[in-house]
């Protein structure tokens, strides 16, 4: 069973629509979360993290976070092409000094014009 | 600033050259990371130093050998690589807060490629 999961895509979505990105962890002591955006050749680009159930807003980006479900999401409203990229989602294991991160195969968003 | 650098941007070597990466951040991290990642795949940890001590190898083969000179440079030294190595090559560092909040910064990377 794999730590992180996350459907690899592509999702495609059009022009000003709401992306929903969904990731499950296994760890149930896992504490915090990240989102990561990769573009194409590029290194990962963090987007927010969260560590509190519930939403976190950041601009057009919202993490939600359920640690009862062990589920965390990333929703891009008003999505535009320049968000297409792929979205990593990342996991912290518990008690681990210097924060060893578990990473999900990541999704393909693709915003299409 | 949340700035780790890399160098180089690319790199080309043989199976039996010894060549180096470099990574720098200034942000007062205390913990910094090595990554290797290949085409459609997340990132994969191989080594973490925390203090400029290594906390973490990740069964990396020897072929691979780390090496943190002060709390803000982190080297990868290489020698007698195989093509199967050549990949992007992320940096990465973060405070050693022990919060929940504790963040990874990359670097841009270096790609490798081994012939």
């Known amino acids: 069973q794999k730590e992180v999961e996350q459907n690899s895509g592509p999702l495609s979505v059009p022009e000003g629509a709401i992306a929903s990105l969904n990731c499950t962890y296994s760890?149930?002591?896992?504490?915090?979360f990240f989102w990561y955006r990769q573009y194409s050749g590029k290194s990962p680009e963090l987007i927010m993290f969260i560590y509190s159930n519930g939403d976190k807003e950041d601009g057009r980006f919202t993490a939600q976070l359920n640690k009862a479900s062990q589920y965390v999401s990333l929703l891009i409203r008003d999505s535009q092409p320049s968000d297409s990229a792929t979205y990593l989602c990342a996991v912290k294991v518990s008690n681990n000094q210097g924060g060893k991160l578990i990473f999900g195969q990541g999704t393909e968003l693709s915003v299409k014009p | 600033d949340t700035e780790v650098t890399q160098t180089p941007k690319h790199l080309v070597m043989g199976m039996t050259n010894k060549k180096s990466l470099k990574c720098e951040q200034h942000m007062g991290h205390r913990a910094m990371y090595w990554y290797k990642q290949k085409a459609k795949k997340p990132p994969e940890l191989m080594f973490v130093y925390s203090y400029e001590k290594l906390s973490i190898n990740e069964s990396v083969p020897s072929r691979f050998s780390p090496e943190c000179p002060n709390s803000s440079l982190l080297n990868l030294h290489l020698h007698a690589l195989q093509p199967e190595d050549s990949a992007l090559y992320l940096c990465a560092s973060s405070q050693v807060s022990g919060g929940a909040g504790d963040t990874q910064y990359f670097g841009p990377g270096t790609r490798l490629t081994v012939l």
């Open positions: 760890d149930r002591g896992s504490q915090s």
